[in-house]
């Protein structure tokens, strides 16, 4: 690892719109280095949902967050950038005509940043109330890393978003039975999702809060307490997957010096930031009419990288189809 090397783009977060936006340098043949700090890429589709069908990628009639990753990978390695897992970048100073980042692993010199850090660290918002914490992992859960561990098993769900319809319509074709527990009537999802909820075999627990979970051999015991009602029911099942929704911690970008608006980052039309030479793209950016989708992060990511190369050779013209780039 050569630390006086001076790249052209480092793209700082690994999650989809990271990976395309490295790929898309590797196009233009820029000398790219890609940073996440987790030990992992994929962001928040390979480590939050990996087993989720999306179905609004352009192109995809149906992939899974995981299949999704995997292609980006592949296309990335196309160009074999520069990689580094594992690796936290907590400050970004300007020297002269480039950036220093300060990361876990050391400094990294680069003419131009693209932040893709997207919602920074994520973790789920957990149940209301207390249970054993051995119970964790082996009956409760709150990421599916593999639908199979359902097969024949009789699952709760908990939550009334996109995310928990989605994994209550994964999960019947596979699961013994699918319980979905809301504390309100209506669903929160997709109006397509929540049609096709209707037609399944889930029993919709509805509107019922969760009062207690408790371990019953190797089974548990859920309690549901119906909301503004007397009436109380207990589910015995095998797993109970909670969907209430993630918190994200992005407390470092205040660091960074990039004007913010609600703690993404405000960008124009050009993906570029307050700072010259900095540039923003995916869920940590932000502009009038920003939709926080990989569909949206795909768009910035050329845009972004163009930029940067503009920026830093203003006499190179660029192609702009692929084909012109591909070798
Ligand atoms: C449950 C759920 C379901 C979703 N379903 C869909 C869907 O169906 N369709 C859709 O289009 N979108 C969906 N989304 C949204 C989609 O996942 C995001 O829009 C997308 O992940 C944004 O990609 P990103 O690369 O900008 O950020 P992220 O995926 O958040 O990736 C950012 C990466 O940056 C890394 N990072 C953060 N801080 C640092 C740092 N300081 N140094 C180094 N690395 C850092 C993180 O570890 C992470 O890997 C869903 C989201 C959730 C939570």
Redesign the pocket.
């Known amino acids: 690892m050569n630390m006086s090397h001076l790249y052209e783009i480092t793209v ?8 395309f936006a490295a790929y898309y340098a590797g196009l233009r043949s820029a000398d790219v280095l890609l ?4 030990s992992a ?5 390979g ?3 990996p087993a ?1 069908t ?4 352009g192109g995809l009639p149906g992939i899974s967050g995981q299949a999704l990753i995997d292609q980006l990978k592949a296309q990335v390695a196309h160009f074999d950038p520069e990689i580094r897992t594992a ?4 400050a970004i100073t300007r020297t002269d005509d480039h950036f220093t980042l300060t ?1 876990s692993t050391g400094t990294i010199e680069t003419r131009t940043v693209i932040i ?7 973790t789920p918002r957990r149940l209301a109330v207390d249970y054993d914490p051995a119970l964790d992992q082996q009956n409760v859960l709150y990421f599916v890393k593999d639908l199979e561990a359902f097969r024949d098993q009789t699952v709760a769900i908990a939550g009334g978003g ?2 928990a319809i ?1 994994w209550a319509l994964a999960l019947t074709p596979i699961a013994k039975t699918v319980h979905l527990i809301h504390r309100r009537t209506q669903f929160r999802g997709l109006e397509s999702s929540v049609a096709d909820l209707q037609a399944t075999s889930a029993q919709l627990h509805t509107p019922y809060l969760i009062d207690s979970v408790t371990a019953a051999g190797t089974q548990i015991d859920v309690r549901l307490k119906e909301v503004r009602g007397d009436a109380e029911k207990v589910l015995h099942v095998d797993k109970l997957l909670v969907n209430y929704g ?1 918190m994200s911690d992005n407390k ?1 970008l205040r660091n960074w010096g990039v004007a913010l608006e609600h703690n993404a980052i405000k960008v124009d039309s050009q993906t570029a930031t307050s700072i010259p030479g900095i540039f923003a ?4 950016a932000t502009y009038p009419g920003k939709l ?6 795909f768009g910035e990511a050329p845009t972004a990288v163009n930029e940067a190369l503009a920026l830093t050779y203003p006499e190179r013209r660029q192609a702009l189809h692929s084909t012109q780039l591909y070798h």
């Open positions: 700082i977060g690994g999650g989809p719109v990271g990976l940073v996440e700090s987790l890429l994929g962001g928040q589709t480590n939050l949902y989720k999306l179905y609004d990628i690796t936290a970048v907590s990361t893709a850090t997207g919602g920074g660290a994520f996109d995310s989605d993630f470092q793209i995916g869920d940590v926080k989708l990989i569909a949206s992060g």
